[in-house]
């Protein structure tokens, strides 16, 4: 079975810090899709990136950026110079390709991001 | 863009009332799903359905139900409520995709937090 663990329940930083969600992922399967998924406190999950597991390439998106290493079976987020509006509970979460589109999600435990002015 | 929309943001119940739980997506999407969210557990799948009238348990169905008479509408049923069923329940949708056509996020509606007393 496949697990997804986020250490870290919550981390607090001021703001223009920069920050690191770690994500941690379990799977025997050599296929599979890695997530990051922001809630903000109007509830509704937000996607915010998808990698496979060919692609261990880094990616960076403004101020986010994502590190996948599959030698550590890690995909961690990074956020530069953080916001106020980065305040959420980020998610990462593992999905496998099955017979029925494979898109069911495995959530980590989700990290509660508080950037203070 | 789409839209995932749940009946209720709110809902109060008591122990032992049928509850149902209505969402709605208007992308015309293949997949839905149904989660429940605890703090420190992260998201966990309930049940999900991949084509009308389908339905597959995910991790935690013990106390609930679910139907898809309709493409666009998945409904979530505690047939007998309990205290412990007190949780955010979020619902999800997405198209029917692999990871080679990466049609694969899932799209969130705004949760509805239920409470059992």
């Known amino acids: 079975a496949q697990k997804v663990t986020q250490a870290q329940t919550e981390i607090s930083v001021v703001e223009k810090e920069d920050v690191t969600l770690d994500c941690v992922y379990e799977t025997r399967d050599t296929t599979y899709y890695l997530f990051w998924y922001k809630q903000p406190p109007s509830g509704e999950l937000v996607f915010l990136i998808r990698?496979?597991?060919?692609?261990?390439q880094n990616e960076i998106s403004g101020r986010y950026s994502w590190n996948f290493q599959k030698s550590t079976s890690s995909f961690n987020f990074t956020i530069t110079a953080s916001q106020v509006v980065d305040s959420a509970v980020y998610f990462c979460a593992l999905s496998l390709e099955g017979e029925t589109s494979g898109s069911r999600l495995t959530f980590g435990e989700g990290t509660q991001l508080t950037v203070n002015p | 863009d789409v839209k995932v929309t749940q009946s209720s943001r709110y809902l109060v119940k008591r122990t032992g009332e049928k509850v149902f739980l209505e969402c709605v997506q208007d992308m015309d999407h293949e997949n839905m799903f149904w989660y429940r969210q605890d703090p420190g557990l992260g998201l966990r799948l309930i049940y999900f359905?991949?084509?009308?009238?389908?339905?597959e348990k995910g991790d935690i169905p013990e106390g609930y139900s679910v139907s898809r008479e309709k493409k666009e509408r998945f409904s979530l049923i505690l047939e007998s409520a309990s205290t412990n069923q007190t949780s955010m329940y979020l619902c999800a949708s997405s198209p029917w995709g692999t990871v080679t056509s990466g049609r694969y996020e899932q799209y969130f509606g705004p949760g509805t937090r239920l409470t059992v007393t």
């Open positions: 359905s991949y084509d009308v009238k389908m339905k």
């Open positions: 990698r496979n597991s060919f692609d261990e």
